[in-house]
């Protein structure tokens, strides 16, 4: 089976785009099989719609992730693949669609320079979680919640232990999806967040190089003290930096972006040779 596939790579957070047609079916197996390939230390997938007439309206690109999640660097890497795919150049804001997310979302673009920053709407909700001795902060996004964990040993078993005590949780937002799960390893005397998520659909568990939506978790978090205005944060990951960027008023998040580089390369005609597919 062969497939074209879009390469990206926001802040080492490698993502690999399949371009249509791909079975909807398919895509979990397919996501597995591309996630097992070593040669493309693929992080995550994703699935490219593209607009089509319904209605007498012209709809927007739409990106499905693997697990019908919500992904930020995904988001803003396919704003950038957007704009390549319809002729654009330089400077522009697109609009996309994207699993996980309600409305339209805007991704502001610059082809020449390689660089995308997705806006999204702030967490649902930012509450607690009683952990070990420990108040952890906990943002719930629409497809996706973080868990922050300040100054924990990133690993597995706490990873676990994490999820299992939110899923349990009585404060936890039922009415939210939770297509995917995250705890952002975060050490406050050296600024390095540690990404690790797991996706529910490909029962999957990632070491991320970055988290676009984790950064905006953790810039969220750390604007508690804003009560309007806009705060910029850089966020440091293992794969480099995600430029994020918060907007409040009254003490509200009303919007968060999270921006920087994007390396984009095309794989024509990709043949699989996981045994998986």
């Not at 499905?64 to 957007?82: H, I, K, Q, T, Y």
């Not at 995917?180 to 050490?187: I, S």
């Not at 953790?218 to 804003?226: T, V």
């Amino acid at each position: 089976m062969k497939f074209d596939l879009v390469v990206a790579n926001p802040a080492g957070n490698i993502t690999v785009f399949v371009l249509p047609p791909a079975p909807a079916a398919k895509r979990i197996r397919l996501s597995i099989a591309l996630l097992a390939d070593p040669a493309l230390r693929a992080e995550q997938v994703a699935f490219v719609i593209p607009p089509h007439s319904a209605g007498g309206r012209r709809r927007y690109w739409r990106l499905e992730m693997m697990g019908g999640e919500f992904c930020g660097n995904a988001a803003r890497s396919f704003g950038l693949l957007v704009a390549q795919e319809t002729g654009l150049l330089g400077q522009h804001r697109v609009m996309i669609e994207s699993s996980g997310a309600d409305s339209p979302l805007p991704v502001q673009v610059d082809t020449e320079a390689g660089r995308a920053e997705a806006e999204i709407p702030g967490p649902r909700s930012i509450n607690t979680l009683e952990f070990e001795g420990r108040t952890l902060p906990v943002c719930e996004f629409d497809g996706i919640t973080h868990v922050i964990a300040e100054d924990l040993e990133p690993a597995r078993e706490t990873f676990f232990a994490i999820k299992t005590l939110y899923e349990n949780a009585p404060a936890r937002n039922s009415a939210l999806r939770l297509d995917a799960f995250g705890v952002m390893f975060y050490n406050r005397k050296s600024g390095f967040m540690s990404p690790l998520v797991y996706v529910y659909a490909t029962e999957s568990l990632v070491f991320e190089s970055s988290c676009g939506s984790g950064s905006a978790a953790l810039a969220s978090y750390k604007s508690r003290e804003l009560a309007d205005g806009e705060k910029r944060y850089e966020i440091r990951q293992p794969g480099g930096v995600i430029e994020t960027r918060v907007v409040k008023r009254g003490g509200a998040i009303i919007s968060a972006a999270i921006g920087g580089p994007v390396e984009m390369r095309r794989l024509a005609s990709y043949t699989f040779t996981s045994a998986l597919w």
